[in-house]
């Protein structure tokens, strides 16, 4: 019986630490912080977090279909609004956002 309850308490525990672990990397996950234009490394690549407004005289083969969506750099869901991109560690960037590191999505 004593065997029982032991093991009983340290599946509880176990999968509690689970649960929590979970939280904790997702709430991590929404707390980086959103690219800004302005950022030095964000300037260098010519990031928008609209893909309608790159310029289009500096990237002639930009087009409006290119997104960090469907960029293949892109760490999230397509229908996500923003996510992780590896040029830009510790920021996430917007879904309809783009760069001139764009790969096309495999």
Do not use: I
């Not at 407004?53 to 997104?67: G, M, T």
């Amino acid at each position: 019986m004593e065997f029982q309850v032991k093991l009983t308490n340290r599946r509880v525990f176990m999968m509690t630490l689970a649960a929590g672990s979970s939280v904790l990397a997702a709430t991590a996950a929404r707390a980086q912080t959103k690219l800004d234009e302005k950022d030095p490394q964000a300037v260098a690549l010519g990031y928008v977090a609209d893909t309608t407004k790159a310029d289009a005289k500096k990237f002639p083969k930009h087009s409006n279909d290119q997104k960090c969506t469907n960029c293949q750099l892109f760490q999230g869901k397509a229908t996500d609004a923003t996510g992780g991109c590896p040029l830009f560690a510790g920021k996430v960037v917007a879904g309809p956002g783009w760069c001139s590191a764009w790969v096309k999505k495999a």
